[in-house]
């Protein structure tokens, strides 16, 4: 049987030059396909490029994606989207929106 899933806006609440955005830069909404209003949060911060990914890691076996802007409660909030615009049958992932990969920098030239 395939898991329920629902369809989740992130939508950016805190103001373009709010300091917060200074550690990840803003994707502009995002729409997920997820279980519930937090796993939302981690399907779109798992789209991010981490450290894991490229020659740039603090050290061995660390991540970057609890640091994700799509985490926070002051730079998103989530919003169930009922308005059936997406169907919720399908993979868990984004659907809609852009999430930046430009937020790490690879020190390879």
Do not use: C
Not at 6 to 29: C, F, M, T
Not at 78 to 100: H, K, L, N, T, Y
């Amino acid at each position: 049987m395939q898991e329920s899933l629902k369809i989740y806006r992130l939508v950016p609440i805190a103001a373009p030059d709010d300091p917060n955005w200074q550690n990840s830069p803003p994707h502009g909404e995002v729409v997920v396909r997820a279980r519930t209003a937090g796993d939302a949060r981690l399907v779109a911060s798992e789209a991010e490029l981490d450290f894991t990914e490229i020659d740039a890691l603090p050290s061995e076996g660390n991540s970057t994606q609890m640091a994700s802007a799509f985490r926070s409660e002051k730079l998103y909030t989530v919003i169930e989207d009922e308005s059936g615009r997406f169907d919720a049958d399908g993979p868990r992932g984004v659907v809609e929106g852009q999430v930046r990969i430009d937020n790490l920098i690879s020190t390879q030239l």
